[in-house]
């Protein structure tokens, strides 16, 4: 294996591992580092895919036991196998985790497994994960793709069993009787709701006074609503100030935001996930004089290259949108740049989904964004219950937004809370890629019945002439 290449990946998720093939693929001798057992960073092993597993297994349980007889489908009261449940998701992950390891052999990149840091530019120093010598490799370019991992919270220890993160989420052994959510945010959302169809009471406290922070506040509210329905309980505008495991449980303390007397709440498990943070301890960039922002992000230039010459950094270990799509994005255009062509990624055309039922998938501006920058903009919502597809699905939850500006009609940004919101939106996203507007997406034919009818009727809706409402 040589010890010398063109550029040296640390970390194996979702940025790194795709940066590497695209380097692979311009020309480059590429190593990458990573410390798990296994490639594909959080993401693939104790992130989106095995919550996706999850989420659509236990929407497959959800139906089975209360949607499928109201098309006159019987099957009883569906049994769980919390076990089966689990070794159905590894099994997954375990399939596309070796899937890297192939594309990686294909593309000739050697895998490392261990620590990395960054004794000088240049130099990535590997601490070996089963034990032994320390191998340093030396290399023109460094990329430092090394992720994030959950945000603590003074008083509140995790230990991953009944205070866990998402890692320990998505490996209960038991549906738990309560399960406490901190945090109104995608991840606690998306597995509140795995448990909560599973069997569970599940209770989501919030700092805010709304959840999924930064989205259409119309379309959060809706959201909110919904989930409501399906028997989701919030506490929103409440601060945990601590939360103690015991043989029994978990006692949780907390307290209004704006002030009031303190309560108690007990929980089986609790799930802490209000939010992740950049993961770069230990790659020793203090040292090497790599700057940081306030909030613990790497800062980058329009090439991705930070402080130090040679070293550069991507997906969540810097500032943007902290999701594994932007973070491939960032890595295809920063080895594209590496390689003297000319890589981009527009953040605002980044979307956001959360896999829930209904789905919520969002692009662009919000109105509130719209509003407060004094740009002038017009509207058009239709919502599922007029899509004819929705109703042949009995799955009607939800609208399709559209925003457009007043003046030129381009599409500003959409927000779509229903069925296959996630598959949707990236319609919006094509048209604003392009500087499309409403009127574009009205005008092209959408075929019938489908979903995508309801998004050229909420485009008809900005100029007010949607045909079916």
Same mark, same amino acid.
Request: with cysteine; charged share 15%; aromatic share 4%.
């Given at each position: 294996?040589?010890?010398?290449?063109?550029?040296?990946?640390?970390? $194996?998720?979702?940025?790194?591992?795709?940066?590497?093939? /695209? $380097?692979?693929?311009?020309?480059?001798?590429?190593?990458?580092?990573?410390? /798990?057992?296994?490639?594909? %960073? !959080?993401?693939?092993?104790? %992130?989106?895919?095995?919550?996706?597993?999850?989420?659509? $297994?236990?929407?497959?349980?959800?139906?089975?036991?209360?949607?499928?007889?109201?098309? %006159?489908?019987e099957v009883g009261k569906p049994k769980l196998d919390v076990k089966k449940l689990m070794q159905a998701k590894t099994g997954i992950v375990t399939g596309l985790t070796d899937g890297i390891g192939f594309l990686f052999k294909k593309h000739k990149i050697d895998w490392i497994q261990g620590e990395g840091s960054i004794p000088a530019a240049g130099k990535v120093e590997v601490k070996p994960s089963g034990g032994g010598n320390k191998q340093t490799l030396t290399c023109e370019r460094i990329l430092i793709a090394t992720g994030s991992e959950s945000t603590p919270l003074a008083g509140v220890e995790v230990d991953e069993k009944k205070i866990v993160t998402s890692t320990g989420a998505l490996e209960l052994t038991k549906v738990p009787g309560h399960l406490v959510v901190i945090g109104a945010g995608v991840i606690g959302l998306e597995l509140?709701?795995?448990w909560k169809r599973l069997g569970s009471k599940v209770t989501v406290v919030e700092f805010l006074d709304r959840i999924v922070p930064g989205t259409d506040s119309d379309t959060a509210k809706r959201f909110q609503r919904s989930l409501a329905k399906q028997g989701l309980e919030f506490k929103l505008s409440t601060k945990v100030t601590g939360a103690k495991?015991?043989?029994?449980?978990?006692?949780?303390?907390?307290?209004?935001?704006?002030?009031?007397?303190?309560?108690?709440?007990t929980a089986d498990v609790v799930l802490l996930a209000i939010g992740r943070r950049p993961l770069t301890a230990g790659l020793g960039l203090d040292k090497l004089g790599v700057e940081l922002d306030k909030r613990g992000f790497v800062v980058v230039d329009e090439d991705f290259e930070t402080s130090v010459k040679g070293i550069f950094a991507i997906g969540d270990a810097i500032p943007g949108p902290m999701l594994a799509h932007k973070a491939e994005e960032d890595g295809v255009a920063c080895a594209e740049i590496m390689a003297g062509q000319s890589g981009h990624v527009d953040y605002n055309l980044v979307p956001g989904i959360v896999y829930t039922w209904p789905e919520l998938a969002t692009v662009g501006k919000t109105e509130e964004q719209l509003k407060e920058a004094g740009v002038e903009y017009r509207k058009g919502v239709f919502p599922f219950t007029a899509n004819s597809r929705a109703r042949a699905n009995l799955d009607t939850e939800g609208q399709i937004k559209i925003l457009a500006d007043a003046k030129t009609d381009r599409v500003?940004?959409?927000?779509?809370?229903?069925?296959?919101?996630? !598959?949707?939106i990236h319609e919006i996203c094509m048209a604003m890629a392009f500087g499309g507007s409403a009127e574009d997406v009205a005008r092209m034919c959408h075929g019938h019945p489908t979903l995508s009818e309801g998004v050229k009727e909420a485009a008809l809706a900005v100029d007010g002439r949607p045909i079916h409402i």
């Open positions: 294996m040589a010890d010398n290449y063109d550029l040296v990946v640390i970390g $194996a998720g979702p940025g790194g591992y795709v940066a590497a093939i /695209r $380097a692979a693929q311009l020309g480059m001798k590429v190593a990458c580092v990573e410390k /798990r057992a296994a490639l594909g %960073g !959080t993401c693939l092993n104790v %992130g989106c895919i095995p919550s996706k597993a999850l989420l659509n $297994a236990s929407h497959k349980f959800e139906e089975a036991g209360h949607q499928l007889a109201e098309f %006159g489908i509140g709701s795995v495991a015991g043989k029994s449980g978990v006692k949780l303390t907390m307290e209004p935001v704006k002030g009031g007397q303190p309560e108690e709440m500003l940004g959409a927000h779509i809370l229903g069925p296959d919101a996630g !598959t949707l």
